[in-house]
């Protein structure tokens, strides 16, 4: 079965900390993704990355940074947490190729920055 | 660019009547159009897809859509919902060579008895 994994569901943080959100997917996916998901504004891209140490600025990537050493593991890293940064963060990955598949998600991340 | 409007934010419908969810897209070449939905605190699960082909496309859980060229829209039915159905349901476009997928700012459906 397909699987895509947060390594956290709940986090609180305070404001200043370097905030590290882990995902790893198990499908060997060359795509992965990281969405951020605010009421009323649905999901918007932040960064995603098409292969290992390649990565690509999504639509509001200001305040994150992202990283890619392997090829199963996408890590979103917030350098100084602010409080406007508090939202639900979800990883996502898709295969390669000509045809775009649809991406598969992981259980998302509840993020409080105090 | 590809983007998707849905106009609906919030709809409420009694269980056992039919639903249908809109969804407009816009992009110049053939969209790869997709209907996820998300239950409170979790994450997206693939309902349904459209690549080619068959215009009107069967997905999980009793849903399909019916993609529609001319009037650029990819609406989501159910003829009869469940209470089990309420959650926030999000259309997205990807393109042919593209990456990632776009996605509309979702419709929350509740469900009353």
């Known amino acids: 079965d397909v699987k895509v994994t947060q390594s956290s569901r709940y986090l609180v943080k305070r404001t200043g900390e370097k905030v590290f959100l882990e995902c790893v997917q198990d499908?060997?996916?060359?795509?992965m993704f990281w969405y951020r998901q605010d009421p009323g504004l649905g999901l918007r891209l932040i960064y995603f990355s098409y292969d290992v140490k390649m990565k690509e600025k999504g639509d509001i990537p200001e305040g994150y940074s992202v990283s890619r050493e392997k090829k199963e593991r996408f890590s979103l890293i917030l350098e100084s947490a602010s409080t406007n940064q508090t939202s639900m963060y979800l990883c996502a990955s898709k295969p390669a190729g000509l045809k775009n598949t649809e991406a598969f998600f992981g259980q998302g991340t509840r993020l409080t920055v105090v | 660019a590809q983007s998707v409007t849905q106009p609906d934010i919030h709809i409420t419908v009694s269980e056992g009547a039919s639903l249908e969810l809109r969804c407009n897209y816009s992009y110049g070449a053939t969209p790869y159009l997709f209907w996820y939905v998300q239950s409170p605190g979790q994450g997206l699960q693939l309902l349904l897809k459209y690549f080619s082909g068959d215009t009107l496309v069967q997905g999980i859980k009793g849903f399909e859509a019916e993609f529609k060229r001319s009037q650029s829209s990819f609406n989501l039915r159910k003829p009869s919902v469940h209470w089990s159905d309420a959650a926030e349901y999000f259309c997205a476009v990807g393109a042919w060579s593209g990456y990632a997928l776009n996605f509309g700012k979702g419709t929350s459906l509740l469900v009353t008895p």
């Open positions: 499908m060997d996916h060359e795509n």
